[in-house]
């Protein structure tokens, strides 16, 4: 298949050429398809059979308690990787949905193409391996950081401490997040009034300023 040109910068195939790019393709069993906002790819207590690569648009991770209420673990932008331990371990069922967050297109790759002596013969097993072992490294620390948002008691606290992350990350005071408030308040398992409450009382503090998904903390270190 022809390369899409965000594979070249996708970290699953940094450092590949465009031939071993697609040489990786046809040994993965690669299949695009087009998937329509709030498309449910993969559903809790289902098996996948393969992993999901995102071509464009993005897709989120969400987890649904006994009652309905869902928290996002994550945002899967173009480039990134989703369901892919699942897709090694098949015998373990899902815990989570993978639902499009948006118009998106996927990339579906059979990993059971790395684990056959047929994988041998694209010469890129071990190179493959070592790119999913990296981002599989990389996921841990986001849902590391995940916990370390959730795990305080108040919204306020939780809020400081995703604030001050997004802040370190992007080397500056001023940043947006890839959240919408209702997604914001999924990802800190917090109630989606009580945010907007305390974001606003927040500002009247002069602690933020924000303008939808533009912050701005109000304070010299980024902790």
């Known amino acids: 298949m022809q390369v899409p040109d965000i594979l070249y910068t996708s970290p699953l195939f940094a450092g590949f050429k465009q031939e071993e790019i697609q040489a990786a393709l046809y040994c993965l069993k ?4 087009t998937v329509a906002e709030g498309e449910v790819l993969l559903r809790a207590g289902d098996r996948a059979v393969k992993m999901g690569l995102v071509l464009s648009g993005s ?3 969400i987890r649904y308690d006994a009652w309905g209420a869902q928290s ?10 989703f369901a892919e331990t699942y897709a090694f371990l098949k015998e373990e069922p899902l815990m989570v949905y993978a639902v499009a967050a948006q ?11 790395l684990l056959s002596s047929g994988a041998q013969g694209c010469g890129l ?7 999913l ?8 620390i986001m849902l590391t950081r995940k916990i370390n948002c959730i795990t305080p008691k108040t919204i306020r606290a939780r809020l ?10 992007h080397g500056s005071r001023s940043f947006s997040i890839p959240y919408n408030r209702q997604q914001l308040a999924d990802y800190l398992s917090v109630d989606r009034s009580a945010l907007s409450a305390e974001l606003s009382k927040m500002g009247r503090e002069g602690l ?4 939808k998904n533009q912050f701005t903390l109000c304070t010299d270190e980024i902790e």
Do not use: E, M
């Not at 690669?30 to 398809?33: D, E, F, N, P």
């Not at 996002?72 to 990787?81: A, C, H, M, N, S």
């Not at 097993?125 to 070592?130: E, F, G, N, Y």
């Not at 072992?133 to 841990?140: D, E, G, Q, S």
């Open 72 to 81: 996002i673990l994550d945002r899967v932008g173009p480039g990134q990787i």
């Open 103 to 113: 118009r998106a297109r996927i990339l579906f790759l059979d990993v059971d193409g």
């Open 208 to 211: 933020i300023r924000f303008r």
């Open 133 to 140: 072992l990296r981002l599989t490294a990389k996921k841990n």
């Open 160 to 169: 400081l401490s995703y604030l001050s992350f997004q802040a370190a990350a």
């Open 30 to 33: 690669a299949k695009s398809r």
């Open 125 to 131: 097993q071990a190179k493959v391996l070592a790119s």
């Open 59 to 61: 897709v989120h991770i």
